[in-house]
Each structure stands twice: as structure tokens, then as C-alpha cells.
């Protein structure tokens, strides 16, 4: 369902809000919200590289094999 969103919107602004973090992988930017105040807002590459980040905290929760599949699945986007 997601690859037919983004083909079908390509040329549009798509907002997401997700609780899967996988869903939110393939986004062009991520914005997380921390006691209702934006906390993080960028690429996901941007935010993965932020190893002290929320987002990378988000990932960092879910194990380590599942961690590294997302941070994974991020750097393969940008190729």
C-alpha cells in the first residue's frame, strides 16, 4: 500500500503518521515530536547518524537485529 501511495503522489506532499517504524523509513524527512514540541526534524539518514537522538533511541528500542534492518533499509534509499 505504501509503494502506491508515493507512485501515485509523487508529485505531491504526503504526510505519514505512523507507529511502525518501518513505515517511516522510506519518507523524505521525519519529524518526532517530544511532549508535544517538535524534537527532531530531518532526513533519515540525518537522523540515524544521530546516535544520542530520539529517533535513533526509537530504533535502538526495538533490538539490535531490528536496528540494523532499519538503519539498513534507510542507507539503501539513498542509492
Do not use: W
Not at 517504524?21 to 537522523?47: M, Q, S
Amino acid at each position: 500500500m505504501q509503494e502506491v501511495i508515493r507512485e501515485l503522489c509523487r508529485e505531491y506532499t504526503v504526510i505519514t503518521i505512523a507507529h511502525r517504524l518501518h513505515t517511516v523509513t522510506a519518507c523524505d524527512r521525519i519529524l518526532v515530536r517530544n511532549n508535544a514540541e517538535v524534537a527532531e526534524f530531518d532526513t533519515p539518514g540525518a537522523l540515524v547518524a544521530q546516535e544520542k537522538g530520539i529517533f535513533r533511541g526509537m530504533l535502538r528500542s526495538q533490538g539490535a537485529n531490528e536496528e540494523e534492518r532499519l538503519i539498513s533499509m534507510i542507507r539503501k534509499k539513498k542509492t
